[in-house]
């Protein structure tokens, strides 16, 4: 059974900096490209960064220079770091991965900027 399990996130002001964590199971994790997206209330969800299994990264242009994706497969966890950030980034966060063609998502993370 895939799980994906977020943490982190919270309240935080504008130009502050979050972590956002998600641990996976039943999953090799090592071999799945991860990514996260994110939702504002209204808007579509969109994909926020990727990260490959061999690490190579992608981002979203608003976010570049910003957020970080990392992954530690020894902890099956995916990371995305927040710095700089805008009130814009409000949104619910969801880390996603797909297996056998199937998506699988994490229970989502609020994270919310104040001006």
């Known amino acids: 059974q895939v799980q994906l399990v977020q943490s982190g996130g919270g309240l935080v002001q504008a130009g502050g900096s979050l972590r956002l964590s998600c641990t996976a199971s039943?999953?090799?994790?090592?071999?799945?490209?991860m990514n996260w997206y994110r939702q504002a209330p209204g808007k579509q969800r969109e994909l926020v960064a990727s990260?490959?299994?061999?690490?190579?990264?992608n981002y979203l242009d608003s976010v570049k220079g910003r957020f970080t994706i990392s992954r530690d497969n020894a902890k099956n966890t995916v990371y995305l770091q927040l710095n700089s950030l805008k009130p814009e980034d409000t949104a619910t966060y969801f880390c996603?991965?797909?297996?056998?063609?199937?998506?699988?998502w994490g229970q989502g993370t609020q994270v919310t900027v104040s001006s």
């Open positions: 039943g999953i090799i994790f090592s071999g799945k490209t």
């Open positions: 996603h991965t797909v297996v056998t063609w199937t998506p699988y």
């Open positions: 990260i490959t299994s061999g690490s190579i990264t």
